[in-house]
């Protein structure tokens, strides 16, 4: 017998939704739904094992039913436009597991499934349909059963006669006399109000019909239910009649066309890798191995001697480190892959090869890495220069995909559906367990490697094509990967017995202040510890209670924050926390990375992390070091140059991101300011308290510059309460004033967040995407944090795009005039050079021009330049 399994697709798929929490991809596609949907359908293929089977979705909201009753379905709350987006590609999942779907215009789903279902009664075939619609019940005959959804999706309840009959006490027919009388207010059918589903049961059992009521009127007992129906009989068959499901839709295609198709698997683990639904590949029965397939037959070859045929055209080229610190460091291995060659080149072999030198820095000679950065500074810790590196597979995925928490080789490749790769830390282990494997396993595990980076390198290069990022890509981020590799080789020289004497310095300190504590507290006791402190404070000293925790009284920063005019003894406490941190986070740190025989320490610019397209510091985070407290920027005499007679030489971009704005914005006002050179501090507080530019007071001045900086990050009123210490009220003042002071900001803000919500991403100006999946979220904090980000990653983002562009074009400068000054960081909107005295003035023309001209707004972009013996001097 051949079996039928019809599904009803909008039914499923709203239930699906509103079953699963919002779910999306790494590109910010919801998905939810559509792995709900998954998930019941390969469910239903498992337990049915079906020969034939349609999904039948509604073409569109109006139907035949509405001409007889324009309020049909009406009511209804709007499809979310989270599930809306999802139903195209759960039918993309249909046609890609090669399953038949139908939708006809001007008919409802149901009336697909009862055309079907009763070309099907006539013939050899058991019928089976799924849906969370009550009115599919009236098509249970003797060869079709209807499964009903419970909770969830994938609990069903199965009815056939005999389970209508036990439930309802007639035959699937009556289920439509049974909506005439008490209607369905999901799909706003009318019925004969006051007759609920109890009174209708009653009324079929004595009269078998809603003609047999209406041919008995006068049977029924009740005066006031005869009058409801008396009055209401004309709106009843017509609620019978909307709630007929038709069985003679015009279809075509013949029941043979819904035979279940041979899937092909390579396109079904590829749309489920994209969907990241490798979970339910198991229910499919298709094997991960199967990607794997190319590697079956891999001969491991371990290459002891490189000869130039080998490494003659361009390739893919993995250099291996295990430590994510690679400065100085044991390289493991290193593969090298092409459609013609592949191979394992061990590390000895590599660095003592003039052939692979001689390659590694041709230029013509292009090479395909998964870091270029890390590529880059390995090699050249080995004296080997590293040049026609090409693409770059990490900075590739952090373009197209920059919200994911990962992009390692073997993440990418399971996301971009390439292979299945053995994660590193499966081959090395991980902590203290960490080792290198015999050469075979760690061949193979390279040579795959570089297999994944060039098979990717067309795929990623046309999906940035596509995002029209190619240019961001080649021209911005690939050449500044070099840049930055040089600045972490270069690294900053470290005068080790200046930090060591701020370090005993202090340690003094923070004696001292203890002791002071001690004195105020009235006794000894350890500050570090919050139990003895929450004592001290609480019971001691009896101040008010802020905060309990499951352990005592809480002593956080922000608890001690709101004590500060309760007691002398807060005001140390948080003083000596402070200088705590500078002592071990920042002396004692730093001591810790400075290169033993260089005296220099070597921060790794992590490229592709923010989703601003900010570049950011580790091991150490020298964009970190806090400013703000003395003691804190007193750390920065510690860098030096390197050279003797030499200048630290610093650069800042002076209000980039308000400068953006202007740009981005285009409001009249703000336009005129910074064309003007006007302090645009001092501009807002004059618009935003309407007073002369001579009546602006420090506190008015204090004020709008919190004003400022919070609108491009999208602050609240309560967010700018508690900057200035007022209250919301107030706050919300400011924030009102100011755009309508400057409505072009508040245009702007306005119309990003309506394109972010129709794209479900935002832009830089040169193109940087930022996916959004949250800004249509239901759940308020989610979608307002979206609504900030939308506001300010065309702002933030424009501006580390800027100083990028400007970090190349001052390098391409310095070649250009064969100058020796050398760019040494980037923190947020500054740059850092060391300069020869005979330099000096030539820098200090170079640039600032450049920095000002690396890219073309409205309004100026300006930089302030200052110099001196250390870091600190040269602020």
Known sequence: ?????????????????????????????????????????????????????????????????HETYTEYKGGREKTPPELSEQLPVIREVLDTLKIARYEAENYEADDIIGTIAKRAQSDDWEVKVYSGDKDLLQLVSNNVDVALTRKGITNVDTYDVKAIDETYGFEPSKIIDMKGLMGDSSDNIPGVPGVGEKTALKLLKQFGSLEGVY????????????????????QAFMSKQLATIKTDVPIDEQLSDYQLGEQDEDQVISLFKELEFSSLLDQLGIEASNETDDFEELEVNVIDEIDEDLLSSSCALVVEVMDENYHDTEIV????????????????????????????????????????????????????????????????????????????LADIAKRKGSVQLPSDEAIYGKGAKQQIPDQETLAEHLIRKASVVYRMYEQMSQELTDLNMKE??????????????????????????????????????????????????????????????????????????????KTGYSTSADVLEKL??????????????????????????????????????????????????????????????????EEGRKIRRAFVPDQKGAYIFAADYSQIELRVLAHICQDERLLHAFKNDMDIHTKTAM????????????????????????????????????????TRKEAKSFIDRYFESFPGVKAYMDDIVEKARENGYVTTMLNRRRYLPDITSRNFNKRSFAERTAMNTPIQGSAADIIKKAMLQISDRLEEEQLSSKMLLQVHDE?????????????????PEVMEQ????????????????SWYDAK
Do not use: C
Request: glycine share 6%; charged share 25%.
């Open 1 to 65: 017998m051949k079996k039928l399994v019809l599904i009803d697709g909008n039914s499923i798929a709203f239930r699906a939704f509103f079953a699963l929490p919002l779910l999306n991809n790494d590109k910010g596609i919801y998905t939810n739904a559509v792995y709900g949907f998954t998930t019941m359908l390969l469910k239903v293929l498992q337990e049915e094992k079906p020969t034939h089977v349609l999904v039948a979705f509604d073409a569109g909201k109006t139907t035949f039913r």
């Open 564 to 629: 500060r005019d309760e007691h002398e003894i807060v005001e140390k406490i948080l003083h000596y926390r402070q200088l705590g941190k500078l002592n071990s986070t920042y002396i004692e740190g730093l001591l810790k990375v400075v290169h033993p025989n260089k005296n220099k320490i070597h921060t790794i610019f992590q490229q592709a992390l923010t989703q601003t397209g900010r570049l950011s510091s580790v091991e150490p985070n020298l964009q970190n070091i806090p400013v703000r407290l």
């Open 831 to 847: 740059l850092i050079f060391e300069v020869p005295e005979n330099e000096l003035e030539t820098m200090s023309k170079i640039v």
């Open 472 to 549: 961001l890509f080649f021209d911005l981020e690939m050449p500044l990967s070099v840049i930055l590799g040089k600045m972490e080789m270069n690294g900053v020289r470290v005068d080790v017995d200046e930090l060591k004497q701020m370090g005993e310095s202090l340690t003094k300190s923070l004696a001292e202040i203890e002791q002071e504590i001690h004195a105020l507290a009235g006794e000894p006791f350890n500050i570090n510890s919050p139990k003895q402190l929450g004592v001290i404070l609480f019971e001691r000293l009896e101040l008010p209670v802020i905060k309990k925790t």
């Open 215 to 234: 041919e008995d009127l006068d049977s029924v007992s009740g005066k006031k239910m005869k009058e409801k129906l008396h009055d209401n009989r004309e």
């Open 333 to 408: 291995g290193i593969s090298i892959y092409h459609e013609d060659q592949y191979g394992f080149i061990p590390t000895d072999v590599a660095l003592q090869s003039e052939v692979f030198k001689n390659w590694a820095k041709d230029e013509s000679k292009q090479k395909w890495v998964f870091s270029s950065k890390r590529a880059v500074v390995a090699l050249g810790w080995h004296g080997i220069d590293l040049r026609g590196v090409t693409f770059d597979m990490q900075l590739a995925s952090y373009l197209l995909d920059p919200s994911v928490s990962s992009h390692e």
């Open 687 to 726: 618009d935003v308290f309407d007073v002369t530019e001579e009546e602006v007071t420090g506190d008015m001045r204090r004020t709008a510059k919190a004003v400022n900086f919070g609108i491009v990050y999208g602050i609240s009123d309560y967010g700018l309460s508690q900057n200035l210490g007022i």
């Open 854 to 869: 690396a890219i073309e707004i409205d309004v100026p972009l300006l930089v302030d330049v200052a110099y001196g013996f």
